[in-house]
């Protein structure tokens, strides 16, 4: 690799790394976090949470309050009491009814920090406690009364493609599978906090986010809109993962109604076991497919149910559903095809936003089922599964037109010729002895920029600043939040322009000064804002008179080939589509059920890398954090509380964990992104679990159908297989052929 | 987090009289690895800190042949990892610190803390009044009990989490406890406390006690050791289960040794049967296999740890043959 430049000259190549502009503050200990932050005058506020998870609240009573210390509830809101989302279900502060332990239900803010949490623990609450809906079972059940709606679901869809009554007559045959996924827990190192700070007819708050007119609406809608001049910041974040795209909005609005009534800067940052305890999660899954096969044993039709646990409140669960039903048939050409897909209300920690949005679930099913159907008729996966992928000119799940080029087939081919794939598919089927050895591929995409007419809704707008010193402001409200949207951004408009990139400034935003370019999320910063940049930064170039002040904006529309109806879920369900394979390879002990991972190979197509480092990183990070998702990580909610509560109960894994990783992109650009870049962010996670529950399916000889693939679920699912078929290939402790792990 | 008065005594006897009259006045503070977070998760509120580490001669390492090895309680893990001496004459040992915690822990961690720190279990380090905590239910009993213990349980079920205690049980180990009016010794394995006899504590230790010595007996002549312990995760993680072994042999024979567990049991296990059965048996892995099948066959495993038995048995019964040189 080159070392690090710090200016990107015309005519290099945007994608040679540079320095990441954040970075040495970050090393050093010198950025100032949220929590970091403190203002004269400033108060702490602590929350006081439901311990029920469904229940009227008959009482509140409070401890005697020291001078200086007050309260903040849902009747302190001058505006309303809901959080600004797709949905007006979700309150900033539980009325009368709480539903889900976490719950916040007031705030104690006080000029200690100390103190307030001392009173917040003495704050009693009394319930009357209503029957819950504990699990997805429990509202499949229901016996409870609805939480939601009449039915209980925040969002039920069904989209058609060709005819599958007919695919399923015609069938030669069927085959069903079923998949179930977890909750999964951002743990960002940066628990989520916001500072609020009031001034005369203005309210500015800070915070942790991915979002800043997210949480903008959602204090305007708590403080009354129009009422008071509502400003957001974001400060420095240390990692989201799309943790922080939802529930700022929350704090925010909390904390700013209690500025308001103290008239003085509140903060209010979560410590480790409320963010765990009470913020968003990935959405639990249930996947189920029934598959028909032609005579060919080709894919024929396809049948998919998806169900997903979405917790207490709507927040974002109805598009996490959309994105996951446009990715329920993986990446292949399915002529007839049924998806139904439903979110159901559960009094659990709401489920939220998490890097990949619905597609790591979908993927981890719909993958493990070709896997499974391949095997099941003894051909190879790689083969069969690259037999179905779309091609350029194929219709997509939702008849929409897949227009690049797609480079899987060589991607796949390559990768597996690395990996030696073919070879040890077929040779470790018969593996011998204590420890056993499987290999896995998946093949995924991912839908760059929002679902649907997200987009189209959001309109994200941009702007260029040219100074008179002729240094360029990139004005966006797009964050860094160690993706590396400072790094990438800037390059971009420094390249477009053909200046030094030291010439490029990019702040964390402010919603005074930068226009709304939408939130970051959806993997759409460097293709959408990037893109609106790159046209604002050519404008500019034209335009360009040294010494003067100029200004650009633009605001983004669809090319007008891409056309979307949202309400038959018919045609382009995003504006393009990243592509990613995985292969692992694991050995698993026998004796132990320990999975070792021994190597991860990853292609990407990201259209084009705009700096290669820092791709390197969403790369190494993403499969990291899909590792974890496929092997340890492992929130259980029961009877609606979190039962890992804490870092050192919810695994991750550490350095020691990372199998080496061989990744690298391809070059496939995209012709309306900035440089032919599409999405990176997200894509990354998305094909990691299904590669790694397929590699150690095959090394125990058992079906895996849930992640996290834990070691006792292997020497249970080892154990009952042995008793099922007593001269199982698999021995009992070790077998006269086993070799020690020093061995291997 | 409650305030707390900091007291750094330089001698034993200051430092039994500072620790008053039990935990609510004061703890002792050493390395701090464990003692901070339980501070800091509420789950203690100690009136004092008593910071031992100003006591001269309580970090010491002295191995004399034919006597065996001397600990001082404030020897650090890392101290025990590095020591050429453990190394040669106590595999087992240092075995047991090199997968212990990680490397910032271990610089830290101290003997003694490691002995005395407190379980684990997610209900008793989390916002739950659990019943060592002095409420009324054992929530992991009907909870999430996949790291909880499968023997010798009830009516708590939490597991120890040293991994020391397991090589130096499986060592035969003795403790010295230093008291105001006398020093008296005992076996390790006398040094831990099940909860049936008092759910509240999991060492002897009384008002006013400090452990002020470990002492490890000579290793017979041709001593084999061994310290195998599966975690989840390749570093920092407590133990699922562990294993120590020590044994002396003959030809294809054992003739002596023991055998210990950690993560399965409220306090360091040893399974006394099992342990009789050593001396004598064959170093074959068919009668390895055998004999392991009997291991820990009072276990009660609860609803999500099953696994743990067959983890003990297979554990044990590999290293026993790796041990001993016998091709797995």
Redesign the interface.
Same mark, same amino acid.
């Given at each position: 690799m080159k070392p690090p430049e710090h200016t990107a000259t015309p005519g290099n190549d945007i994608a040679d790394p540079v320095a990441r502009p954040d970075a040495a503050a970050k090393c050093a200990g010198t950025a100032r976090y949220l929590a970091d932050l403190a203002v004269p005058g400033m108060l702490h506020a602590r929350t006081v949470r439901s311990t029920r998870p469904r229940a009227r609240i008959t009482s509140r009573r409070l401890p005697p309050l020291p001078a200086g210390f007050f309260v903040v509830e849902a009747r302190d809101i001058p505006g309303r009491n809901r959080i600004r989302m797709l949905d007006d279900d979700w309150p900033f502060f539980a009325e009368d009814i709480v539903n889900h332990i976490g719950e916040p239900i007031l705030l104690v803010v006080g000029p200690e920090a100390e103190a307030t949490a001392m009173i917040a623990s003495r704050v009693i609450i009394e319930y009357e406690d209503l029957p819950p809906i504990l699990s997805l079972d429990d509202a499949l059940a229901g016996l409870a009364p609805p939480l939601y709606g009449e039915d209980n679901c925040f969002a039920e869809y069904s989209f058609h493609k060709g005819d599958l009554p007919q695919a399923r007559r015609a069938a030669r045959q069927m085959v069903k599978d079923g998949f179930s996924t977890g909750f999964q827990e951002h743990l960002y190192l940066e628990p989520q906090g916001v500072l609020a700070v009031p001034e005369a007819g203005r309210l500015t708050v800070y915070g942790s986010m991915q979002c800043p007119y997210y949480v903008k609406k959602a204090v305007e809608q708590a403080v009354g809109e129009g009422r008071h001049h509502v400003r957001i910041v974001q400060t420095v974040t240390g990692g989201a993962f799309g943790g922080k795209e939802d529930y700022p909005s929350l704090l925010a609005g909390q904390a700013a109604v209690a500025a308001l009534k103290s008239g003085r800067p509140v903060r209010l940052v979560l410590d480790r076991t409320e963010d765990i305890a009470a913020t968003t999660k990935r959405h639990p899954s249930r996947i189920d497919f029934t598959t028909f096969l032609d005579e060919n044993d080709d894919l024929l039709g396809m049948d998919v149910d998806i169900l997903l646990d979405g917790g207490a409140y709507s927040g974002l669960s109805s598009v996490v559903l959309q994105r996951a039903m446009f990715a329920a048939s993986g990446v292949y050409r399915v002529p007839h095809l049924h998806v139904h897909g439903r979110v159901l209300a559960t009094n659990q920690v709401p489920a939220g936003a998490f890097r990949g949005f619905g597609a790591p679930q979908a993927f981890f099913a719909i993958e493990m089922h070709l896997e499974n159907i391949a095997l099941r008729l003894g051909l190879d996966p790689l083969e069969y599964k690259l037999r179905h992928a779309l091609r350029r000119g194929d219709r997509t799940c939702t008849d929409g037109l897949v227009r690049g080029a797609v480079r899987l087939p060589e991607m796949a081919t390559r990768l597996c010729e690395a990996a030696g794939y073919p070879a040890k598919q077929a040779a470790y089927t018969a593996g011998q002895g204590r420890y056993r050895r499987g290999i896995g591929l998946s093949l995924c995409y991912h839908g760059c920029g929002f679902t649907g007419q997200g987009e189209e809704l959001i309109q994200g707008t941009i702007a260029l600043h040219k100074r008179a010193d002729d240094a360029v402001e990139i004005r966006v409200a797009a964050t860094e939040m160690g993706q590396g949207a400072q790094t990438v951004l800037p390059k971009i408009v420094a390249h477009s322009l053909g200046i030094p990139l030291d010439q490029i400034h990019y702040e964390n935003p402010d919603t005074d000064i930068v226009p709304d370019s939408g939130p970051t999320v959806a993997s759409r910063t460097t293709m959408i804002v990037g893109g609106l940049l790159r046209e604002a930064a050519l404008d500019l170039k034209r335009h360009w008179q040294s010494g003067r002040v100029m200004d650009i904006r633009r605001t983004y529309h669809h090319p007008p080939h891409i056309h979307w109806d949202q309400e038959h879920f018919r045609g382009d369900a995003y504006p393009e589509y990243a592509w990613g394979v995985n292969v692992v390879e694991v050995e698993v002990d026998l004796l132990t059920g320990l999975v070792r991972v021994i190597k991860i190979w990853a292609q990407f197509d990201v259209g084009a890398p705009m700096d290669e480092r820092t791709l390197r990183g969403q790369m190494e990070g993403g499969i990291a954090q899909g590792l974890g998702y496929a092997l340890w990580e492992k929130l259980e909610v029961d009877d609606g509380r979190v039962q890992q509560q804490r870092i050192r109960d919810y695994t991750i894994p550490t350095f020691m964990d990372m199998p080496p990783v061989e990744s690298g992109s391809v070059y496939n650009p995209y012709e309306f992104g900035p440089f032919g870049a599409k999405g990176a962010g997200e894509l990354t996670l998305v094909g990691v679990a299904p590669a790694v529950a397929a590699a150690v399916q095959q090394a125990i000889g058992c079906p895996v159908d849930m992640i996290p693939v834990t070691p006792e679920m292997i020497l249970r699912r080892i154990r009952n297989r042995k008793h099922a078929k007593p001269d199982s290939e698999i021995p009992p402790e070790s077998s006269p052929r086993s070799r020690s792990r020093a061995d291997t | 987090m409650n305030h707390f008065e900091y007291l750094q005594p330089t001698d034993l006897a200051e430092a039994s009289r500072l620790l008053g009259d039990g935990p609510d006045e004061a703890m002792i503070f050493a390395g701090g690895t464990d003692m901070l977070s339980l501070l800091k998760?509420d789950v203690v509120a100690p009136r004092k800190l008593i910071n031992i580490k100003g006591i001269p001669g309580l970090d010491d390492i002295r191995y004399t042949p034919g006597n065996g090895l001397v600990l001082g309680p404030l020897v650090t893990i890392r101290a025990i990892k590095e020591n050429p001496t453990i190394r040669e004459h106590y595999p087992v040992l240092a075995e047991a610190a090199d997968v212990l915690a990680s490397p910032q822990l271990r610089n830290l961690g101290t003997l003694g803390g490691n002995l005395c720190q407190r379980p684990?279990c997610?209900y008793f380090? *989390?916002?739950f009044d659990c019943l060592r905590k002095g409420g009324a239910t054992c929530y992991a009993l009907e *909870?999430?009990n /996949?790291y909880h213990c499968i023997i010798g349980g009830h009516p708590c079920v939490i597991v120890h989490p040293s991994d020391m205690a397991v090589a130096l049980l499986a060592l035969d180990a003795k403790v010295t406890i230093y008291t105001p009016e006398e020093t008296r010794q005992i076996p390790l394995n006398e040094f831990f406390v099940r909860p049936a006899e008092d759910y509240e504590r999991e060492h002897v230790l009384k008002p006013g006690e400090i452990m002020s010595r470990i002492e490890v007996p000579a290793p017979p002549s041709g001593m084999l050791s061994g310290y195998r312990k599966?975690m @989840?995760? =390749?570093?920092?993680?407590f133990a699922?289960v562990s294993v120590a072994a020590v044994f002396t042999r003959s030809g294809d024979r054992i003739t002596g040794g023991r055998v210990s567990f950690g993560g399965v049991a409220p306090v360091p296990w040893q399974d006394e049967a099992f342990n009789r059965k050593l001396s004598g048996l064959r170093l074959t /892995?068919r009668s390895v296999?055998d004999a392991?099948k009997t291991l820990l066959s009072g276990a009660e495993p609860l609803s @999500?740890? =099953?696994?743990k038995l %067959? &983890?003990a048995?297979? &554990?044990t019964?590999?290293l026993l043959l790796?041990l001993a040189g016998v %091709? &797995?």
């Open positions: - | 998760d684990r997610w380090r *989390g916002d *909870g999430r /996949k599966f @989840e995760r =390749a570093v920092w993680d699922v /892995k296999t392991c @999500e740890n =099953a696994f %067959p &983890l048995r297979n &554990l019964g590999s790796e %091709p &797995l």
